[in-house]
Antibody
Framework: QVQLVQSGAEVKKPGASVKVSCKAS????????INWVRQATGQGLEWMGW????????GYAQKFQGRVTMTRNTSISTAYMELSSLRSEDTAVYYC????????????????WGQGTLVTVSS | EIVMTQSPATLSVSPGERATLSCRAS??????LAWYQQKPGQAPRLLIY???TRATGIPARFSGSGSGTEFTLTISSLQSEDFAVYYC?????????FGQGTKLEIK
């Protein structure tokens, strides 16, 4: 069965960087784009960007441009999301999600999700 | 970016009754609309995509309808496990955007 397993919780100081991993299994890793979505405590869902594991191509939401980097290691079917210059507002649960292209769209809905990684930014 | 507005923010319904959740887009998203269910401490779960197609393993009591700017998620007979937060998401335009969620609570 399809699984996305994320790395554990992190605590970081303001200005630091965090790198979250997402290990895929149960399907061909390079066949589906990986997206990242975050959720602040008690808040809604915010899409951050996508990565094509085959090509390494990425696309980031404007809000995160310049601060986020999405990469992968195909040999271990793992995607990574690194967020730099952390501030308190970045405290959230970060999810990876497998993207499915719409039948009549070039963008994604998300059919499988990781369990989430809590990133806490605090001095 | 397209703004997704869900209503109501909270819906109180008794088990066994029908629940109707609404989602409105600030511009047309065709049928490129998904619904997710999220329970406390869990990741979202895909329920509906293409506005009306149930995802794998989703019970038939969940149904989606609508196109353009107005969408509805209906749960025909609420079970205890259905009380959760529900989000809609458009994937017609970049960036993909989510509604703020509707909390479905037990009356």
């Amino acid at each position: 069965q399809v699984q996305l397993v994320q790395s554990g919780a992190e605590v970081k100081k303001p200005g630091a960087s965090v790198k979250v991993s997402c290990k895929a299994s149960g399907y061909t890793f390079t066949s589906y784009d990986i997206n990242w979505v975050r959720q602040a405590t008690g808040q809604g869902l915010e899409w951050m960007g996508w990565m094509n594991p085959n090509s390494g191509n990425t696309g980031y939401a404007q809000k995160f441009q310049g601060r986020v980097t999405m990469t992968r290691n195909t040999s271990i079917s793992t995607a990574y999301m690194e967020l730099s210059s952390l501030r308190s507002e970045d405290t959230a649960v970060y999810y990876c999600a497998r993207g499915k292209l719409g039948d009549s769209s070039s963008w994604y809905y998300f059919d499988y999700w990781g369990q989430g990684t809590l990133v806490t930014v605090s001095s | 970016e397209i703004v997704m507005t869900q209503s109501p923010a909270t819906l109180s319904v008794s088990p066994g009754e029908r629940a109707t959740l609404s989602c409105r887009a600030s511009q047309s998203v065709s049928s490129n609309l998904a619904w997710y269910q999220q329970k406390p401490g869990q990741a979202p779960r895909l329920l509906i995509y293409g506005a009306s197609t149930r995802a794998t393993g989703i019970p038939a009591r969940f149904s989606g309808s609508g196109s353009g700017t107005e969408f509805t998620l209906t749960i025909s007979s609420l079970q205890s496990e259905d009380f959760a937060v529900y989000y809609c998401q458009q994937y017609n335009n970049w960036p993909q955007t989510f509604g703020q969620g509707t909390k479905l609570e037990i009356k």
